[in-house]
């Protein structure tokens, strides 16, 4: 998982944590305003209850003292501002029982539902009695004497204190339900607290924890670097930016101890170079001498056995094969010199060929023109040498190759090079099998997309693999004496490594042997086109 995305992870984490705060907050809102809107409703009730009663009592009360003034003298009753101050009172008692209704909770509507519709009975006889009182005496005692003295009792002694006690009841229940929720939200809150910070604090933990072991990875690394340790290889597993920065930096340091052997290579070769350039030109000027006179002793000794055979009747005939032998093995040992010396100049030669490396200029070429042209020139130039010598040539060549900026006549001498060693194993292994082998050498091309691919084979006895790990080695041939300098696998290794690419050879014993060589895509280049086309 990438660096972007734990951080985008994260951020989420913390917004649900934050979104998951909000939510308790709104919920402990919502359920701490209804624990505070039952506890004020039971308050409500239980302070109309207790008005209801006092106004109860009082006009109980009052009727109480009216019919005990109408037993002891008769009195004219009251007048209309009295009535309408009593129905007053009881129209305030049927706004509150009206009110308390309202704020009834369902469990409680019943009891308040009857209280009501007793309450309706004892003001209809109330109103009655004080309707009746001082005019009809009579029927104002009897009202109050049947009826509204019982209905008090019931009301008054019975269902008001039964009210009473069912809100008291409620009212101790609404404020231990509010305290109960207030302590539920608090700890709430503080334990959504406690695991947003928990959550949030292990969040941050692990995500710094993974940066800073990726990033000290990376320092330690490029410490290492520093101190010249170009082995170093950092390993940090995933898919995120350090991972592939961590990539990205093993390809860099592989790169940088390829340059650095390259550089190696490059300071041996050129130490080579020198060494071998002052060896070939010490050895150039004696070598020729050599040379030169054993090509002078040669007409020597010709003039000098023209003269003894015109003296043969002076000489012993014994005397005289002596001597013929004698010329015959001088003759010999000077054809032997300069055989052997016109070899050595050859290997000197060679030398100091290969102490000049590359020697080409850049430019654009057709590289499948180029293999081609040097496998048929290797054949040919075997066959000049050889009239006998035969292979059959096969091409693979990639026609969708573009020309590529290479040194084309130095690129040319390594598949000339490995092209003459091919048909030199192949004819080899044709003239031990004789008619039973077709001998055959093998040219292909390929575009692999990053780098092109030069393939040349042979079927003859192929390389062992001990002879393989040195047949890159300056000097070093398996060819007869005489046949190779063993400098030319060599020259041809410096010269793929000069154009940044690779040569390596695969082989079966007795089967085949195979060069391969490969050359960076990098090397075809746009701008090299438009310039060679302005030159």
């Known amino acids: ?39 004020r409703r039971a308050v409500a009730r239980q302070a109309l209850i207790s008005s209801l009663n006092q106004n109860l009592n009082d006009i109980q009360k009052q009727v109480t003292l009216l019919s005990q003034v109408a037993a002891e003298t008769p009195s004219t009753g009251a007048n209309p501002s009295e009535v ?79 009210l009473q006690k069912d809100e008291s009841a409620r009212g101790d229940t609404a404020t231990e339900n509010f305290y109960r929720v207030a302590r539920l939200i608090d700890r709430t809150a503080v334990l959504i607290f406690v695991m947003s910070a928990v959550v949030a604090i292990g969040v941050a933990v692990v995500l710094s924890r993974q940066l800073t072991h990726g990033l000290n990875r990376l320092k330690e690394g490029a410490a290492s670097i520093g101190s010249g ?7 940090i597993q995933g898919g995120d930016e350090l991972s592939d920065l961590a990539k990205s930096f093993n390809e860099m ?30 050895i150039k000027n004696p070598l020729n001498f050599v040379t030169n006179f054993a090509e002078v002793s040669v007409g020597l000794l010709e003039e000098l056995q023209d003269s003894i055979k015109d003296q043969t009747a002076r000489l012993d005939s014994r005397e005289f094969e002596n001597i013929e032998g004698l010329f015959g093995d001088l003759q010999q040992n000077v054809a032997k010199i300069r055989e052997h010396g016109k070899r050595a100049d050859g290997i000197v030669r060679n030398m100091l060929m290969h102490s000049r490396g590359q020697s ?36 693979d ?21 490995i092209a003459n060693n091919a048909c030199y194993a192949a004819y080899q292994k044709k003239k031990r099998l004789q008619d039973g082998f077709c001998p055959v050498v093998a040219a292909k091309t390929r575009d692999l997309g990053s780098s092109l691919e030069i393939r040349i084979r042979d079927n003859g006895d192929g390389v062992p693999e001990p002879i393989k790990r040195r047949i890159f080695e300056p ?41 391969i060589i490969t050359l960076p895509k990098n090397e075809i280049s746009t701008r090299s086109i438009q310039c060679l086309s302005k030159s």
Do not use: C
């Open 360 to 395: 080409g200029g850049r430019q654009m070429t057709n590289l499948n023109s180029l293999v081609s042209e040097h496998v048929k020139l290797a054949y040919h130039g075997m066959r000049a040498q050889n009239p006998n010598f035969n292979v059959a040539i096969q091409e």
């Open 1 to 39: 998982m990438t660096i972007r995305r734990r951080l985008a992870l994260s951020l989420l984490v913390v917004l649900l944590l934050f979104a998951a705060n909000l939510v308790i907050y709104f919920w402990g809102n919502q359920r701490r305003e209804s624990s505070v809107e039952a506890l």
């Open 253 to 282: 340091t592989g790169q940088l101890r390829n340059a650095q052997e390259q550089l190696v290579v490059q300071q041996k070769l050129a130490s080579l170079g020198s060494l071998t350039a002052g060896i070939a030109h010490e």
């Open 84 to 162: 309408s101050g009593f129905n007053d009172q009881l129209e305030n008692l049927e706004r509150d029982i009206a009110n308390l209704r309202n704020l009834a909770e369902p469990d409680s509507r019943a009891n308040i539902a009857a209280f009501a519709e007793a309450y309706e009975t004892l003001d209809a006889s109330w109103r009655v009695f004080y309707g009746n009182f001082g005019r009809n005496q009579t029927k104002a005692i009897t009202e109050l004497v049947i009826r509204a003295e019982p209905l008090a009792q019931n009301v008054i002694r019975e269902r008001l204190p039964q």
């Open 475 to 515: 000097f070093f041939t398996t060819k007869p004496a005489g046949s190779g300098t063993g400098l030319g696998l060599s020259m041809s290794h410096e010269i793929v490594q000069q154009h940044k690419g690779a040569i390596r050879v695969e082989s079966e014993p007795g089967e085949y042997a195979e060069f």
């Open 397 to 417: 060549l990639d026609s969708s190759l573009e020309p590529v900026s290479i040194a084309a006549q130095d690129l040319g001498r390594v598949f000339l090079n």
């Open 229 to 235: 340790n170009l082995d170093q290889r950092i390993d």
